[in-house]
Nanobody, 124 residues
């Protein structure tokens, strides 16, 4: 079973940037597609972005043009570059990995276990 370690969160002002990292422990990242999700207080965990084995990417509409997902298989690490942050981006961010299927249908309910997440807080 792969262990996921998210990092890079913090407190930023509106318009600021953060880069989140997702490291896999125990398995090679190249075996997986990767997804980023977020959960704000009182809301369900939602899909944010995904990247396939070939590097194809997918974003939820609210982050298009602001967030960029990438992967470095040599480092077993995936990233989420977040620019032009807004208060509504405040949430705990989680990554997860998928061994098969399509990123087009990736959703939080597909996954049974999660890492600890990393808190992102955007001050207005």
């Amino acid at each position: 079973q792969v262990q996921l370690v998210e990092s890079g969160g913090g407190l930023v002002q509106t318009g600021g940037s953060l880069r989140l990292s997702c490291a896999t422990v125990g398995r090679t990242l190249s075996d997986f597609a990767i997804g980023w999700f977020r959960e704000a207080p009182g809301t369900d965990r939602e899909f944010v972005a995904a990247i396939s084995w070939s590097g194809s990417t997918l974003y939820t509409d609210s982050v298009k043009g602001r967030f960029a997902i990438s992967r470095d298989d040599a480092k077993n690490t995936a990233y989420l570059q977040m620019n032009s942050l807004k208060p509504e981006d405040t949430a705990v961010y989680y990554c997860n990995v998928m061994g098969g299927g399509s990123i087009a249908t990736m959703k939080a309910s597909d996954f049974g276990s999660w890492g600890q997440g990393t808190q992102v807080t955007v001050a207005s």
